[in-house]
């Protein structure tokens, strides 16, 4: 995993480089971004998103951002001190005004795109009211899909194994 360029000490500017963390016994893979100057030692924790699996009838939503090719879940970052349930039901209303009950959470997901590094927390969602709106300034296009009928998704997107898990739930 290489250092996402333009990282630089919070205290003295110098750029960051990955390096042993004292009295951390850390796998090369996850040595932390620290100050070779001032010792500064970047924290690096994965960024959480909270994500919905909305079904309704056998359908699920999905949303596809402008100038994206691919579908994906409704999903956003959590506003400080918000539950992760919480986030999901805001991101779900904010883009297409549907409300939500968060029945419980399916798994999370950790994924990498552009050098970031995310844990998707993917709650199961259903349509408790609201009317359909999607928020046209983000978002290209909403639709349902069958769940036996889902797009493909882009390989380093975790959302093959998210709905390969969502399959066995309903099947237990
Ligand atoms: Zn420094």
Known sequence: MTLPEG???SYCGKGLRRAPVDGLDLPEEVLKPACPDCGYVHLDAPTPVAAAIVERGGEVLLVRPHGAEAFALVAGYPEPYETIEEAAAREVR???????QVEHILGSYSCEPMGQNLVSVVCVARVA???YRLQEEELAEGRWFP???????PEEWPLAEV???YGWEGKR
């Open 7 to 9: 990282r630089y000490c």
């Open 94 to 100: 904010e883009e297409t005004g549907l409300e939500v």
């Open 129 to 131: 009211g609201g009317e």
């Open 147 to 153: 769940l036996d009928g889902l797009p493909a998704w």
């Open 163 to 165: 709905f390969a898990d």
